[in-house]
């Protein structure tokens, strides 16, 4: 389908664990970000990419890693999980022309550490 | 340090009147603003925007006002209907920023 989703949707897994929250667009798109919700906080950005194989930190990026080998796939890794890392996370994605902020989100993806 | 602020976390109004939501920014190198609605369960999506070199934006029922002397942008709903209620995050970035910075939200109940 056309778009950009996010897989899983819901996820539970344990302190310690490493696990990777996955993002594909369809558009083609040269930036795609990964955000996290938390109540009180609003969406506050992990990392984000400006095309394959460039990368950079947002505002929270400790305890994850990201990876941008093919443009349309920016997959989230939380290394070591931690309960402070429940929340729910959305990727999105937007154009490169520069007048064009408007960024296109998926589902999101609930996470909790147990 | 919070550079767009959200001051309301959340506001009631009747259905049929007007909705106001507020936003305040600190970055005067912002130019561009934007409004995203969200549904539960869902992933934020694009509602309006309004660039710096204007101070009003119309698109239906949505329209965005900016002051940029006050560093201060609103969204009016007008009217106000059950299928808006919804949060409501502002956001802004500059001429040369890839990211766009958001508020923590507004949530709006639409009250029948």
């Known amino acids: 389908d056309a778009g950009i989703t996010q897989s899983p949707r819901y996820k539970i897994t344990e302190t310690g664990r490493q696990v990777t929250l996955m993002c594909h667009q369809t558009?083609?798109?040269?930036?795609m970000f990964w955000y996290r919700q938390d109540l009180g906080h609003g969406l506050r950005l992990i990392y984000y990419?400006?095309?394959?194989?460039?990368?950079d930190k947002g505002e929270v990026p400790d305890g994850y890693v990201v990876s941008r080998s093919k443009t349309e796939n920016f997959p989230l890794t939380l290394e070591s999980a931690t309960r402070s890392q429940t929340s729910v996370y959305f990727c999105?994605?937007?154009?490169?022309?520069?007048?064009?902020?408007?960024?296109?989100f998926g589902p999101g993806t609930r996470l909790t550490v147990t | 340090d919070q550079q767009v602020k959200q001051n309301s976390p959340s506001l009631s109004v009747q259905e049929g009147r007007i909705s106001i939501l507020n936003c305040d920014y600190t970055?005067?190198?912002?130019?561009?603003f934007l409004w995203y609605k969200k549904y539960p369960a869902e992933g934020p999506t694009f509602l309006i925007s309004i660039s710096s070199i204007k101070d009003k934006n119309e698109d239906g029922r949505f329209t965005v006002f900016l002051n940029k002397s006050a560093k201060h942008l609103s969204l009016h709903i007008v009217p106000s209907q059950p299928g808006d209620s919804a949060v409501y995050f502002c956001a802004a970035s500059g001429a040369r920023d890839d990211k766009i910075i958001f508020g923590k939200g507004t949530r709006l109940h639409i009250l029948p």
């Open positions: 970055n005067s190198m912002f130019d561009y």
């Open positions: 990419s400006a095309a394959a194989d460039i990368t």
């Open positions: 999105a994605s937007r154009g490169d022309r520069a007048h064009l902020y408007e960024q296109y």
């Open positions: 558009w083609s798109h040269s930036y």
